[in-house]
């Protein structure tokens, strides 16, 4: 009987390692593409905490530091030409993603698909950041 119950703590244990990898861990966790696109390099920045995501800041910055969505003009120009601008569909994308605590089936934003398709790729990296609770800052080619 005592090693039956040991065979069966070992194979409980394993299994629960296993599914341990899935828990994203308390912290901020961090993901930025390694290029600047258009004067831009995006980023994403997600707190986690009791294995879920409770805030996303998604945005991008020049090569001063100047955040995408607080620029203006930029905001002007690219709502007259495709009818969103960054502070729109930033806060849109980080919404969803805090909404369905996933980087998949997320509806892309007409206008700025390209910034969608590098909001699930940032997602989904800061999200295995935060399952390995590794908080340094992943770097996306």
């Known amino acids: 009987m005592k090693i039956f119950l040991t065979v ?16 994203m861990q308390d ?3 961090t993901a930025e593409m390694a290029e600047f696109s258009h004067g831009w390099k995006e980023f994403i920045t997600i ?3 009791n294995n879920e995501i409770v805030t996303v800041e998604y945005n991008a910055k020049n090569s001063s530091g100047f955040i995408k ?21 930033t806060r849109n994308y980080a919404s969803q993603l805090s909404e369905k605590q996933s980087a998949e089936n997320l509806d892309m934003i007409s206008g ?7 909001f699930k790729v ?6 295995n950041q935060s399952k390995k609770g ?8």
Do not use: F, H, Q, R
């Open 8 to 23: 069966c703590l070992i194979i409980l244990s394993i299994c629960c390692s296993a599914c341990s990898k899935d828990v």
């Open 27 to 29: 912290g901020y966790y």
């Open 47 to 49: 707190t986690v905490k």
């Open 69 to 89: 969505s607080w620029d203006s003009a930029y905001m002007k120009n690219m709502n007259s030409i495709v009818g969103t601008y960054p502070n729109e569909y």
């Open 112 to 118: 700025a698909s390209t910034s969608g398709g590098n």
């Open 122 to 127: 940032l997602s989904s990296a800061a999200i």
């Open 134 to 141: 590794d908080s340094s800052i992943a770097v996306i080619k």
